[in-house]
Nanobody, 122 residues
C-alpha cells in the first residue's frame, strides 16, 4: 500500500514536498518512482530512485527543479519540488518498481498510490 501526501495549491515559483509512505511489503528492496497526470493528458514519468538511492532519473521537464529521495528505515520516498510552474499542475502518483533499480517506464511498476493533487497558480 502506498499513500501520498503533501500536495496542495502553490503559486508559481513556490515549493512543495511530496511524501509517499509505503508498507514494507510494497517497498522492500524495490526501486520507487513518481509519475503525474495532468487534466486531459496521459500519465507521465517524473522521477525514479533505486532501492539504495544511488541512482536517480528525472524527466527533462523537471530536471534541476525536483529532487527525489528516500528513507528506507521509514519506508518512505519524497519528491522535493522547487521553482514550480503552472505546467506542473497534476495529480502526482507514487509507485513501487518490480525490481530494485530505478526505472522510467510505467509498466515496470506494480504498486501505485491513489495520488495527491498539486496545483500551481500563475
Amino acid at each position: 500500500q502506498l499513500v501520498e501526501s503533501g500536495g496542495g495549491l502553490v503559486q508559481a515559483g513556490g515549493s512543495l514536498r511530496l511524501s509517499c509512505a509505503a508498507s514494507r511489503r510494497t517497498s522492500s528492496n524495490n526501486g520507487m518512482g513518481w509519475f503525474r497526470q495532468a487534466p486531459g493528458k496521459e500519465r507521465e514519468f517524473v522521477s525514479a530512485i533505486s532501492w539504495r538511492g544511488g541512482t536517480t532519473y528525472y524527466a527533462e521537464s523537471v530536471k534541476g527543479r525536483f529532487t527525489i529521495s528516500r528513507d528506507n528505515a521509514k519506508n518512505a520516498v519524497y519528491l522535493q519540488m522547487d521553482s514550480l510552474k503552472p505546467d506542473d499542475t497534476a495529480v502526482y502518483y507514487c509507485a513501487t518498481a518490480r525490481g530494485s533499480t530505478a526505472v522510467v517506464v510505467a509498466s515496470e511498476y506494480n504498486y501505485w498510490g491513489q495520488g495527491t493533487l498539486v496545483t500551481v497558480s500563475s
